[in-house]
């Protein structure tokens, strides 16, 4: 038998497509300054790990050759449009919003989102079927009353402490008190 879903947690969803998007951009950002050093990516998951060092190291291996011995890579770079306080700010950032949310999945040629909304499903917690089955049943024969009389929702909520929360005067079953 299959869980039943009792609640979509929208607001934790949105959060954290929000914080993934913005993950998604700041490592495009990443990228594009990249670009300015004219240095190929060719490992995303060793770029992501420290993307200054990255970008610094494959601007070397690229480029050496046209620099005199003593030369370090952090001088040889200057002559791009690249901007190593930009890449470590964006980094910074990218980082802060890994420790806040599950981040984005990096492999070696890819990123992509790791969201999935199954995962903000709430379900219905084994042995609570039957209150739970009451409850709506209860509430769908209050909606079918509203016919023949006026149903004030706000009363039916205080008749039955705790079980249901008001939303745009009507009912829901309170779905904290049911989630596995």
């Known amino acids: 038998m299959s869980k039943k879903v009792i609640h979509f947690n929208e607001s934790g969803y949105l959060t954290e497509l929000s914080k993934q998007t913005k993950m998604q951009d700041l490592f495009n950002d990443m990228l594009m300054e990249a670009e300015k050093a004219e240095v190929e990516i060719h490992d995303y998951k060793a770029f992501i790990d420290n993307p200054v060092e990255y970008i610094l190291d494959q601007y070397w291996e690229e480029n050496k050759q046209f620099f005199p011995k003593g030369v370090q890579k952090e001088k040889a770079i200057k002559n791009t ?10 980094f910074g950032e990218y980082n802060r919003l890994k420790g806040t949310c599950k981040g984005l999945k990096v ?74």
């Open 81 to 90: 449009e690249f901007d190593q306080s930009m890449v470590s700010k964006l």
């Open 107 to 180: 492999t070696k040629k890819s990123t992509a989102l790791t969201l999935d909304q199954e995962d903000y499903n709430w379900y219905l917690a084994e042995g609570m079927e039957k209150e739970h089955e009451t409850l709506e049943r209860f509430l769908q024969c209050a909606s079918e009353l509203e016919e023949f009389t006026n149903v004030t929702y706000a009363q039916l909520q205080r008749g039955i402490q705790g079980k249901f929360l008001l939303k745009n005067n009507r009912l829901e079953i309170n779905p904290n008190l049911f989630k596995a």
